[in-house]
């Protein structure tokens, strides 16, 4: 299996531009996370999904923020209007969940570098 | 909610020497504690990981610590290479992967 696949790998835009990464989860696997990375907060949940369902939105920092699943191997994450706050690293994981209670590895993909001008 | 809690965030050993990185975590329901190393330009990959009905678990240089009354775990690694050099993540959870709060990572330097 090849992984778990995000593009584009890099992302360089002017704020107030539209932004859409896309991640391919392992699969068979059946929860698919976004999370961000930044110097100052570390790894943050922003949403995942269980079956294509979105589950639990908490993490999404503003509106400006969605995300999607419109079938079993594919997510996007978009943000609409970008801003310079929004520059991080967003890794997609997906995992397989053997039965509830059972946390499992997550496997992430190699990461959507934003950066917001 | 969890709040985990990593040191140190930086560390630098020589080769062959050991490392150890300590986490402690706020939320006593919390019965999950996995390890992932990040390498420069990768996603977190896990490397090992502790449920709490053990209080250790090895494999291979890398071991891990658990001890659930004083609420900490620690990750060793014995006999470094300078591949070991990545930034660790600690993690918590209560059991599913959806409540699983990470550590702000120590940056392991490993210097030949």
């Known amino acids: 299996d090849a992984g778990v696949i995000q593009s584009p790998r890099h992302e360089v835009t002017e704020m107030g531009q539209e932004v859409t990464l896309r991640c391919k989860p392992i699969s068979g696997h059946d929860y698919l996370f976004w999370y961000r990375q930044t110097m100052m907060r570390g790894l943050e949940l922003l949403i995942y999904f269980n079956n294509n369902v979105p589950i639990d939105d908490s993490g999404m920092p503003e509106d400006r923020f969605s995300a999607k699943m419109p079938n079993a191997s594919f997510s996007t994450l978009k943000i609409q209007p970008s801003e310079p706050r929004d520059s991080a690293v967003y890794f997609c994981?997906?995992?397989?969940?053997?039965?509830?209670?059972?946390?499992?590895?997550?496997?992430f993909g190699e990461g959507s570098r934003l950066t917001v001008l | 909610g969890e709040n985990v809690e990593q040191h140190p965030s930086t560390l630098s050993v020589q080769e062959g020497d050991s490392a150890v990185i300590k986490c402690t975590y706020s939320d006593s329901a919390s019965n999950y504690f996995p390890w992932y190393k990040q390498e420069l330009g990768k996603g977190p990959q896990l490397i090992i990981d502790?449920?709490?009905?053990?209080g250790e678990k090895k494999d291979q240089r890398i071991a891990v610590t658990l001890n659930k009354t004083a609420k900490h775990f620690s990750l060793h690694i014995t006999e470094t290479q300078p591949e070991d050099s990545a930034v660790y993540f600690c993690a918590a959870s209560r059991g599913n992967n959806n409540d699983m709060r990470f550590g702000a990572g120590t940056r392991l330097t490993v210097k030949p």
């Open positions: 502790i449920r709490s009905n053990v």
């Open positions: 994981a997906s995992s397989f969940y053997g039965a509830p209670g059972r946390a499992g590895e997550l496997f």
